[in-house]
């Protein structure tokens, strides 16, 4: 903060003479750049969940971040979890999915079938929630029904986020990789979601 300070107090020097409406114009500029630095997460972490909630628009100056994802499952009967790549998961499977972000933001996750289409599988639902920056999240839960194939996604952004929009987008795409027989976890290439993340999509045979 005082390095902030520090900065603000020499941008304001050049024009601390000038008429009242360039200070003005100045003093607009000067807090919309501030903003945008802290919601880019220059500025430490306080002022980022701040800016973030505030500003309007989204983050331009922002590096790339990434969603990283591990799916675990312990199908019923088994002595020990594995990768969930395929892996059958029949009725009472255990699953347990972790991932992380590169920085801080929020994550929304879901399962999806055929059968079912989107379904919860957190706590909080399909909302997206507020997660800190390299911190592992686990998200445990159970296999309750049989529709051949499931997929998990997780999806993260730097601002709060149509989470159900973009779920919804990642979900036609896996229902049209059903429906021409695709096999394997469908590729979200195909997917337009701006600047939301991806995770690794899990799989299984329910």
């Not at 499952?73 to 699953?95: H, L, N």
């Amino acid at each position: 903060m005082k390095d902030l300070l520090e900065i603000l107090a020499k941008l304001w020097a050049p024009i601390s003479g000038a008429p009242w409406w360039a200070r003005g114009l100045a003093t607009i500029v000067v807090a919309l750049l501030v903003i945008e630095v802290a919601q880019d997460g220059f500025l430490g972490t306080s002022l980022f969940w701040v800016a973030a909630r505030l500003a309007p628009w989204s983050q331009i100056l922002e590096p790339n971040r990434v969603v990283t994802t591990t799916y675990e499952i312990r199908p019923p009967g088994a002595a020990s979890a594995g990768d969930a790549d395929g892996r059958a998961c029949p009725i009472g499977s255990k699953v347990n999915l972790t991932f992380a972000r590169s920085a801080d933001g929020w994550v929304a996750v879901a399962g999806w079938n055929a059968k079912e289409g989107l379904y919860a599988i957190s706590k909080d639902g399909l909302s997206p929630q507020p997660i800190e920056r390299e911190k592992v999240y686990a998200v445990p839960f159970e296999i309750t029904s049989s529709a051949g194939k499931e997929y998990f996604i997780v999806l993260g952004k730097s601002k709060p986020f149509d989470s159900k929009k973009y779920l919804d987008m990642t979900a036609e795409q896996l229902r049209l990789a059903a429906t021409n027989g695709k096999g394997g976890a469908p590729q979200l290439r195909g997917v337009d979601l701006g600047r939301i993340e991806a995770g690794r999509l899990g799989s299984c045979a329910s």
